[in-house]
């Protein structure tokens, strides 16, 4: 892949499935705050916000890897494996943190669907009740037709969190579960000949360079 170009880490075959970034210094992908170890190093969030965006656009199905353009040399042999490590470590952790937000919802999902349907059948059994009592005229309807809508309304939460808030959220994980087992190379650009290919229009440089 990187034909006279010097890289170190992951076997990165050729394929459509490439995230490709391009810095100054590997500190660049990750947050300056962060006290720990390079290799428990959280990414920077416009780092991971990109590397995700990319990912989302990859064909469906296609595999995923990540390949840095670094501005210097190569450093030490092992630098490479570190990254990979560190970058694939970050996204296990934003799915367990996904996962756990996951079953998060899904519980209180459970829990409003006994609340929705316990009131749902309160009011239709109070509704049927005034409307004998108090025949069809417009009290008996307006009441008895209030406390029908009342009860599907108390079922909108539950329905909202199983018809549509869950999938999102499990998207999410299955795609950082993909990013927690890519392959990822660093290309020294420069010990390059040219200009690494790639690397133009993926440049974090200039946004991470403030920092």
Known sequence: MCGKWRYSGDD?????????????ELDQLFHSMDPTPFHEKGLHPDAEEFIVAAARELPSGAPAALVVYLDR??????EGHVLGQAVRRHFER???LVGWELRRLLRRGAT???IGLTV???ALIGSNYIMKALGNGPIGTVVGTGLTIGGWVAMSHPLQ?????WW???GRRMLYDRLGKMPVRIVYTADAPTPAPGANGKDFAPRFGEL
Request: hydrophobic share 55%.
């Open 161 to 165: 969190i199983f018809l549509y808030d």
């Open 168 to 170: 999102p959220i499990l």
């Open 73 to 78: 040399p190569a450093g030490l042999a092992d």
């Open 94 to 96: 934003e799915s367990q």
């Open 112 to 114: 409003s669907l006994v």
């Open 12 to 24: 990165v075959p050729i394929h459509d499935g490439v995230v490709a970034v391009h810095v100054r």
């Open 120 to 122: 749902l059948a309160a």
